[in-house]
């Protein structure tokens, strides 16, 4: 019989990934939590096959709903910069999903997690040490874990986030990394990782992975970027991440303290072990040839 696995952030970036690679492997059932069951995404999961529960990491009864009877979970918290207290409502929300995952007997818990920044570098990462906090919570409550850490997504491009257009017409990408490098994979390409692990429960219980298709600079990601969608060029910022933490918008502060964490911190994501769980795993170079008219299409739609 299938194994159900509830997806949380399915209806995301991070969790529309793993969702994907599950739906597509007759050995799963999958099931995902969304606060809008009529949404285009939810409906669009729902014809492929999902289980679609309504929910919220803040209504515990809903958790409870979405992990009844499930083997496996795969849990993403959300931390928003425009709300008061971000990391102490992820913290509040992760632990929430723990206490009802423990209380249903899931027996195979994927928690994306990242690193304790304040602990081993002694500054804040206000994102990174909330997630942190949780998976010391899971562990500590027995639920059986494997621990995956995202890298920076290839997908962040699409929502053009990282990308500013300058007035002399080129595109200045806007992590502050000062020339050095940093691990990125596609969240597709993550998904399947995911999935490789679900498969393989007795091998990664307890582990920690962090995907990685490859380390780059900035530089070469705009490199890339300037191959594939010329004639636009793109450069990277000249910007140092304590000027790009005293930008005027919410959460600058917290993206500065993460360059600075990411140039500073060499954290541990493994190109190999990626490539171990899902071979077909992809460089930037691929996932921008793939993504090209995805990419021109969100830069012509774009007024910034
Ligand atoms: N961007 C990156 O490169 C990167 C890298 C590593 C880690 N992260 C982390 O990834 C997280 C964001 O994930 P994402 O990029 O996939 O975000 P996203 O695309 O904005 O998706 C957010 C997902 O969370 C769900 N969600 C939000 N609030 C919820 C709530 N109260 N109850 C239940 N579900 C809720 C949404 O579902 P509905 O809207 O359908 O309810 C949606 O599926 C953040 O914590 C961030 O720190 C990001």
């Not at 899971?138 to 053009?160: A, F, H, Q």
């Not at 990125?184 to 995911?194: H, I, L």
Request: charged share 25%.
């Amino acid at each position: 019989m299938a194994k159900v696995v509830t997806v949380f952030g399915a209806t995301g970036t991070q969790g529309g990934g793993v969702a994907n690679a599950l739906l597509e492997d007759p050995e799963f059932k999958v099931r995902i939590v969304t606060r809008s069951a009529s949404s285009d995404k939810a409906k669009a999961l729902q014809e492929r096959g999902a289980e679609v529960i309504e929910g919220n990491f803040d209504d515990a009864s809903s958790l409870e709903r979405a992990l009844q009877g499930a083997h496996g979970t795969f849990v993403m918290t959300q931390h928003s910069f425009e709300v008061p207290d971000p990391d102490q409502l992820e913290i509040k929300q992760g632990k929430a999903v723990a206490d009802a995952a423990k209380a249903a007997g899931v027996q195979h818990v994927v928690f994306s997690s990242l690193d304790p920044v304040q602990k081993t570098m002694g500054f804040p990462c206000l994102h990174y040490d909330s997630k942190a906090q949780i998976e010391e919570y899971m562990k500590s409550i027995g639920l059986p874990v494997t621990i995956v850490k995202y890298p920076g997504y290839y997908d962040n491009y699409l929502s053009l986030r990282p990308i500013k257009k300058q007035e002399d017409g080129t595109y200045e990408l806007n992590f502050a990394m000062e020339g050095a490098a940093e691990h990125g994979v596609s969240v597709t390409d993550a998904g399947f990782a995911v999935r490789a692990i679900f498969k393989n429960r007795a091998e990664w219980l307890g582990r920690t992975v962090g995907f990685s298709a490859e380390k780059l600079t900035i530089q070469q990601h705009a490199d890339i970027l300037s191959k594939h969608l010329a004639p636009k060029v793109f450069k990277p910022t000249k910007m140092t991440s304590d000027e790009f933490s005293k930008l005027p918008f919410p959460g600058a502060k917290h993206l500065g303290d993460m360059f600075k964490f990411l140039r500073l911190g060499n954290p541990d994501y493994s190109p190999e072990l990626t490539r171990q769980m899902h071979p077909g795993t992809r460089g930037l170079d691929q996932w921008v040839a793939d993504n090209k008219e995805a990419l021109l299409n969100a830069m012509s739609s774009s007024t910034t």
